[in-house]
């Protein structure tokens, strides 16, 4: 059971000298940009946490509107076996929200990232509809990286960026989904991809000896086979390994000899501090240190 925040005692990151960590991190510059997209993220969806629409036409506090449209895509989701994200039809997003959405993330970038010119340079083109934001928005929920590798061609401009765009204006939608699925929906899922959003997870959780794998990005929780590369479906027990890297117990790095790839693994029951719910992925960057200097993979 974790411990409650008054008797826990803080996660790793606190423990370690933030100095250190952040020159470890300037070493690897793949984590430094990782940490910083992340903050980005949670600073604009404390910006935008009081707005019920997400982006959409729909009010995501009116249960009455919402449960038939969840019920019926687990449904679909469960039957063509495709995560919810991928059934969504784009056209619940509102195109005025989103640009309002756009503005507030611009001003984030601008606060925590030096040169943003080209997010400007984004809106202005959005506005003269040489690139819809519908389909940018349709893109992210679709993973379709095709699409952002051909409009950063077009528009000139990096496709990680449009990518980074299109998640964060889905990603409070994508949220809302996650909080109202049923419990059942999640534990018989059953595959490596989140299925709400259908992003590759990071970090799972073993609880009850079963492993429940963590969308950081949805926040969506739901089972898998512990013996699962999440990256590459390896499910051979003898080429996939584990490490405990730290002294604290209930934290551990999952790898797979094929693919190299990790996940970090929070052991619930013998976690000896508290990582509060939504940082689970940053509170535990530490692993993502220690696996990059073994020569692991992170997505
Ligand atoms: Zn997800
Ligand atoms: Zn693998």
Redesign the pocket.
């Known amino acids: 059971m974790l411990m409650n925040s008054t008797t826990a005692r803080k996660s790793p990151i606190f423990q370690h000298d933030i100095e250190t960590i952040n020159q470890m991190i300037n070493k690897y510059p793949k984590l430094r940009r990782m940490l910083l997209l992340q903050d980005v993220l949670s600073q604009f969806q404390t910006k935008i946490k009081g707005d019920p629409m997400k982006g959409t036409n729909l009010n995501w506090d009116d249960e009455a509107i919402v449960e038939p449209i969840i019920n019926d895509l687990q449904r679909c989701s469960r039957i063509l076996k495709q995560p919810i994200a991928t059934l969504l039809n784009p056209s619940i997003f509102d195109q005025e929200a989103l640009l309002f959405m756009c503005e507030q993330l611009e001003k984030v970038l601008n606060q925590k990232i030096s040169r943003v010119r080209k997010l400007k340079e984004f809106l202005k083109i959005e506005k003269s509809l040489r690139l819809n934001i519908i389909e940018l928005v349709n893109a992210a929920l679709k993973n379709d990286i095709r699409f952002f590798k051909d409009s950063g061609k077009r528009l000139r401009l990096r496709y990680e960026l449009l990518f980074f765009i299109g998640s964060a204006l889905i990603q409070s939608c994508?949220k809302e989904i996650?909080s109202k699925v049923t419990k059942s929906f999640l534990e018989e899922w059953w595959e490596p991809i989140?299925p709400?959003?259908g992003?590759r997870p990071h970090v799972a959780k073993l609880k009850d000896k079963k492993r429940y794998l963590l969308?950081t990005?949805?926040g969506?929780e739901y089972l898998a086979d512990q013996f699962l590369c999440v990256n590459c479906g390896n499910v051979d027990p003898y080429a996939l390994k584990f490490l405990y890297p730290l002294k604290q117990q209930g934290l551990r790095i999952d790898f797979c000899e094929k693919c190299k790839h990790y996940i970090k693994v929070i052991e619930e029951e013998r976690l000896e501090f508290s990582i509060p719910y939504g940082l689970e992925d940053t509170s535990t960057v530490i692993l993502d240190i220690i696996a990059t200097q073994k020569g692991l993979i992170r997505d």
């Open positions: 994508l996650a989140c709400i959003c992003r969308c990005f949805c969506a």
